[in-house]
């Protein structure tokens, strides 16, 4: 299907039509099929009372001869028969359309909710996280999608019902038409009222949602970071305070559905009572037909009827209102910098070849974060980058050097929050930057983040990106001109790029070079000095006027920074382009022409390197605090004798082997699939596994009921008493009609029909209680159900490792799954359950009733039941297949929302905005929807819509036959067909929601799958001895780690002793397998050969929590959630003292901007801590790793964000810490490990020399020139 929007609709109606507003001809002539189907289709049921009333008459006539019974009855049974292969075709057809109609308009909603917030500033995504565009993208438009699809199909339907049942009331009896029409005013009184209950609750409800949605992506997003601190546990806590909120708000929720329910059955139990007390009146005296009286009744009980059956459907319809006038405020917010605003001054043509310098000028530049008013990041800064020049950027982590970036590339504005502490400008050529076409501005400027977030592609397209805007721009389609031409152009500018990025040497190892795909995000098995190179590459590529490097060689060993700085300045020298440097390794930018140091958001000094030194102010400072490790000689070092390593000899065909344990694992039957996989079947249990017959699906399902069985017992109880008042009421109908018969004794004909009239007030007056009840309890209880399933979910995912590996596992795609499977079945659980409930009840209810009143025409009638039932099983099981081809492409779509999303800064900074909308339209236009299910299980819901006017038919004809043979009385007569007629109307009613039931079934299987997937790393459980006196010796037996995604060991065949108490570290080139190693410890993966033992015991056997416990991981990408600075820091460890608390911010060198916040370690640190520098967020993390007071501290790459001064107190504290505990660090940085007791120097997944320092410097082999490369 082919999605195209060229312009976003003007829409001024109200919310509901909002979805409307997208819709193209095509998909209006599908709604418009649908709404003639479901008009036919919903005038069937009055025209078969007006049937049902001539052949009343017919039965009640004293003069009606055998015959003319016969030729009457035929007749109608005739017309019942042919209404029903009626609805068979039209209920087919409405279903099909509505459903098609919706999916493809909501699709271009979905389109356009992206595409709006793709191009949203910074100020949006300050209050939107990724998570919650997820969420909005799956379960909210999913939400818009069932409202403008089925729902609205069945609205129609149920509405059509009741108008063509007025109107045939009002042409038959007017007057007994509206007595008995005067409920439905009431009814809507009602309906109104507690509709406005709802909605002071879902728009709360909508943002608890979002926020939880933006939480639960930060938590599946890091999940290492999560593992390694075994703090799962707090944070499924967190995350369940806002479901517990939800829980809370959805109490409202309840009560309303329980009124709603209460209305709708009280007024149908009414008009019984009311119809037959005034009806009787009008056949005595106004000699009404008792035919013609049940036609009108009949008429009118439909119309109130197809008020009920609306009921469900406004709930739904109700939410979509809601969530529609969200999107709606989202897609039509214009934001105050709009990339997509054609306006503003262009300077030259990107076209040109000739390149022109470019100077800036930051002018009296004030700026304050909108969410930190108080809080002065610049104050009042003034500087000049010389046209053509290298500047650098030097200062304290928070300094302001990052913002300086961010209103470069009008991330922000100084004026844009009208903060009268945002002042001054930018200048670029002598424009402020305000004035100049922010597309353009952004395609001049290169970036080379700290923080490099690549995307789901190939290396190749990953690097191509950075073409976006400029005149190389990759090809998007096969049809554009001289495509071939083009492609080999862009081929050969990416293969120069990583060249010059110093990546071409480890990209043309890859499977498939340049075209190996890669999984997005700041995960996956590429190193982080890797992803830092490709991302370099991506800005080298696009020949920029400007190239900015915002701690852009962080993450690089140092030979690797000095070629890649090396092809910078050659570039630089080449173009005369003006070349920004952001760094805290000072080493770095000794060739910049002027540096500029920061402090505290002012300009401290600036000039040359030199000329800083001879001042011997900030810089001066801050180069004295940052010795390198070359600088220190071996005299000076205690001797350590050289840790023998074994020598290591090439792995050889090892791939056969690298799925052989060296414990045997147990065999595990699939809960799913019934295949048997080699997986750990005891997790964290420590039990050795048993094998056990695998639970059904249906069975674990009512084990999840069955731990909520008040709630869920109640509703039943409610709907199931709801469910046998029709059967009642259709017994005592047999009665009111023989009483209606009565021809000689007008007071007994009114005095009995008062008596039938006073029961079925007591009926309604029973049922208000027990559908207050129905609704309310399953609404309640599908609500906990939810919270469970999201939590169990949640938990689920948590014990995965190398899950989160693959492409279709990210973090968007999962936290989207897990709110909408789970949402699927709560809303089954409620409202849809309590209508399934009571029309089973209706129909086993009436059966009964029709066998003890007359089996012979009973067991007849319901002979076809057993097809009905078969079409009701395959339209659910069709349905559900439909429901799993559209999962996948939503759960696609929301992963590569997220993923853009969650990188916003680079995307504006490639000018990717475009770009992404154009992947996201290729992919829809090739996703699979097979709507062969769809018709399927729509030809199902046709039949069972039919069936219920074929089985009256039955009933009519074989009835009379009955009676004329005198085998059957008059009220039995009637009572039958009314308890068969009630019960096939609730087996038609069952077809109403099978939609919902395929959804509530395609994501309970969903997450049950999630529940049995067995994590690659878990615990042997050999033994249950538990881990005493944790000394820290570390011992690598043989390991080799072989990631699916390279053809080369990471790690190979690595055999070594991490002595306890000792601090040991490794370094070497990025990518050579040093964070490998790291992941092994941590049992983020386990090796595929070999074992690692933590003092002497294998670690697979101890289970995964304990072992954490005693690790804390520093990693190089610092990760914080959504909550206060204390929070984050404590990460759940058990109560902490706040002495303790400060202490390790305190070492951490955090503890003064912290106080200094207006809430202190109370201040929420906002969405990721988007907002803090680099190096704030990594000292946030280094005083939770310190807090947690380890036995073996893991050190990746733990101060790479940080300034000199910064990583100077750190990493005294780091070493003080590190006293007594096993301490392994990994640095490019050697001046941070060059008092390590044990350095091990790695390339290419081998260690190729090990002593200390001084020991290396006198081997002069492959360490030394490390420590050269620094110098």
Request: aromatic share 8%; hydrophobic share 45%.
């Amino acid at each position: 299907m082919h999605i195209d929007i060229s312009r976003r609709p003007n829409h001024k109606g109200p919310a509901f039509f909002y979805a409307f507003s997208y819709a193209d001809r095509s998909d209006w002539t599908l709604y418009a099929i649908g709404v003639v189907g479901a008009l036919i289709s919903g005038a069937g049921f009055p025209i078969m009372d007006l049937a049902y009333g001539y052949w009343t008459t017919a039965l009640t006539a004293s003069d009606m001869t055998p015959p003319s019974l016969r030729k009457t009855t035929n007749t109608m049974a005739a017309i019942c028969l042919s209404i029903g292969v009626l609805q068979f075709i039209t209920g087919t057809i409405f279903l099909s359309c509505f459903t098609i109609a919706s999916g493809r308009t909501t699709d271009k909603l979905r389109r356009a909710y992206l595409d709006s917030v793709i191009h949203q500033d910074a100020e949006f995504f300050e209050k939107v996280g990724p998570g919650e565009v997820g969420t909005r993208m799956v379960k909210d438009v999913g939400t818009v999608k069932a409202a403008t699809g089925e729902k609205l199909g069945f609205m129609v339907w149920a509405t059509t019902t009741l108008i063509v049942a007025l109107i045939m009331a009002f042409s038959k009896a007017a007057h007994f038409a509206g007595v008995i029409v005067g409920v439905v005013p009431l009814a809507f009184i009602l309906f109104v009222s507690v509709g406005y209950l709802a909605a002071k609750a879902d728009s709360r409800l909508l943002d608890l949602e979002g926020q939880s949605g933006t939480l639960l992506e930060q938590i599946l997003g890091s999940v290492r970071v999560v593992q390694s601190f075994a703090a799962e546990s707090f944070l499924v806590k967190k995350y369940d305070e806002y479901l517990t909120a939800l829980q809370r708000l959805g109490k409202w929720r309840s009560i309303v559905r329980g009124l709603e329910l209460s209305i709708s059955y009280c007024v149908l139990n009414l008009t019984y009572s009311v119809a037959f007390w005034y009806g009787s009146k009008l056949i005595v005296r106004e000699n009404l037909e008792v035919g013609l009286m049940f036609t009108v009744f009949w008429n009118m009980f439909n119309a109130i009827f197809a008020i009920s059956n609306i009921l469900p459907h406004i709930s739904a319809i109700r939410d979509s209102v809601h969530i529609s006038a969200r999107l709606r405020a989202e897609i039509e917010r214009v934001p105050v910098i709009d990339v997509r605003n054609p306006g503003g001054v262009k300077l030259w043509d990107n076209q040109s070849a000739e390149k022109t310098a470019v100077q800036i000028e930051v002018q009296n530049l004030t700026f304050s974060y909108p969410s930190r008013p108080d809080h002065k990041t610049l104050d009042n800064v003034s500087f000049v980058l010389e046209a053509g020049k290298v500047t650098a950027l030097v200062g304290a982590s928070g300094s302001g050097k990052s913002t300086i970036a961010s209103l470069l590339l009008r991330y922000y504005d100084p004026s844009s929050f009208d903060n009268e502490k945002s002042t001054g400008r930018i200048l670029l050529a002598g424009h402020d930057i305000r004035d100049l076409n922010l597309s353009w501005l952004r395609s001049q400027i290169g970036v080379i983040a700290q923080d490099p977030q690549l995307f789901t592609a190939t290396i190749f397209d990953n690097v191509a990106y950075g073409l976006s805007g400029t005149p190389w721009e990759l090809p998007t389609s096969e049809m554009e001109p001289k495509y071939a031409e083009r492609m080999a152009d862009v081929r050969n500018r990416v293969e120069q790029a990583l060249k010059q990025a110093q990546a071409w040497d480890f990209v043309r190892k890859l499977p498939s070079g340049m075209d190996t795909r890669i999984k997005g995000g700041r995960t996956g098995v590429l190193s982080g000095g890797q992803r830092q190179r490709i991302a370099a590459a991506r800005a080298l590529i696009r020949k920029p006027r400007i190239l900015l490097l915002d701690e852009g060689t962080s993450a690089l060993d140092a030979e690797t920074e000095q070629r890649l700085m090396a092809a910078i300045h050659e570039e630089q020298a080449q173009s005369g382009m003006t070349t920004i440097l952001i760094a805290h390794r000072l080493s770095s930018i000794q060739n910049a022409d002027r540096i500029i140091a920061m402090s505290n958001g002012r300009v401290a000094e600036q000039g040359t390197y030199n000329e800083l030194i001879e001042i011997g102010g900030v810089f001066s400072t801050l180069v004295k605090h940052q010795s390198s490790a070359g600088q220190i000689t071996s005299s000076s070092e205690t001797s350590i004798v050289p840790v023998p390593v074994r020598p290591q000899e090439p792995v050889k065909n090892t791939s056969a082997k690298f799925n052989t344990p060296q414990i045997p694992l147990y065999r595990h039957v699939s809960i799913v699939s019934g295949t048997q996989t080699i997986v750990d079947d005891s997790l964290e249990q420590g039990l050795l596994a048993k094998e056990s017959k695998a639970p059904t699906l249906t069975s674990r399902f009512i084990r999840l009921l069955a731990q909520y069985g008040l709630w869920i017992a109640m509703g039943i109880f409610g709907s199931i008493c709801i469910g046998a008042s029709f059967p009642i009421a259709a017994w005592l109908v047999g009665f009111v009609l023989e009483s209606l018969s009565i021809h000689d004794d007008d007071n007994r004909l009114l005095r009995e029909a008062r008596a039938w009239s006073m029961w079925f007030l007591v009926l309604s007056m029973v049922n208000i209680l027990s559908s207050f009840v129905a609704g309310f309890f399953l609404s309640m209880g599908g609500d906990r159900i939810d919270r469970r399933l999201r939590l169990t979910a949640l938990k689920s995912l948590l014990r995965q490792a190398r899950f989160f590996d693959q492409e279709e596992n990210a973090s968007g795609s999962l936290t989207a799954g897990i709110a909408s499977k789970a949402g699927h079945v709560s809303a089954a659980i409620g409202l849809v359950w309590q209508q399934l409930i009571t029309s089973s009840g209706n129909f086993i209810g009436a059966f009964v009733l029709g066998i003890v009143l007359s089996w012979r025409l009973t067991l007849a009638s319901y002979a076809p039941v057993p097809l009905i039932l078969i079409a009701a099983y395959y339209n659910i099981a069709l349905l559900e297949k439909y429901e799993h081809s559209i999962q996948k492409p939503l759960d696609d779509a929301s992963a590569f929302a997220s993923e853009n999303v969650d990188a916003i800064k680079t995307v504006a900074a490639l000018g990717r905005e475009n770009v992404i909308m154009e992947i996201f339209d290729k992919s829809s236009n090739q996703k699979s929807v097979k709507t062969k299910y769809l018709w399927g299980g729509a030809l199902g819901f046709g039949f069972g819509m039919g069936s219920t006017l074929i089985l009256c038919s039955v009933v009519m004809w074989w009835g009379v036959e009955l009676y004329l043979t005198q085998r059957i009385g008059l009220s039995n007569l009637y009572a039958t067909f009314e308890a068969v007629f009630i019960g096939s109307v609730a087996a038609s009613r069952l077809f109403t929601y099978v939609p919902d039931m395929a959804r509530m079934i395609q994501g309970f299987r969903a997450i049950c799958n999630w529940e049995d997937r067995q994590p690659e790393v878990a615990s042997l459980g050999l033994t249950n001895a538990p881990l005493l006196n944790v000394k820290g010796t570390i011992t690598f037996n043989d390991c080799t780690l072989q990631y699916s995604s390279r053809p080369k060991p990471a790690i190979d065949n690595l055999t070594l002793t991490i002595p306890a108490g000792k601090s040991v570290a490794f370094c070497g080139s990025s990518g050579s397998g040093k964070s490998s190693i790291i992941s092994m410890i941590s049992r983020f993966y386990d090796p595929s050969l070999g074992t690692i033992c933590l003092d002497g015991r294998d670690i697979r056997t101890i289970p995964l929590e304990e072992y954490r416990s005693h690790i804390a991981l520093v990693a190089q990408d610092a990760v914080l959630y959504e909550g206060t600075f204390r929070e984050n820091i404590t990460l759940g460890q058990s109560p902490v003292s706040q002495e303790a608390i400060e202490r390790a911010c305190h070492d951490a060198n955090i503890l003064g901007f912290i106080q200094s916040l207006p809430q202190g370690f109370d201040t929420p640190v906002g969405s990721k801590g988007s907002q803090m520098s680099g190096g704030q967020r990594q000292r946030v993390c280094i005083a939770r790793a310190l807090l947690r007071n380890p036995s073996i501290l893991l050190l990746d790459e733990a101060t790479s964000a940080l300034d000199a001064e910064s990583e100077r107190s750190v990493q005294a504290a780091l070493e003080q810490a590190s006293r007594g505990r096993t301490t392994i660090s990994i640095a490019h940085r050697l001046s941070t490990i060059q008092n390590a007791d044990i350095i091990h120097v790695v390339e290419d997944g081998r260690i190729v020399e090990s002593g200390n320092h001084a020991d290396l410097l006198a081997l002069k082999g492959r360490y030394v020139d490390l420590v050269k490369s620094q110098l």
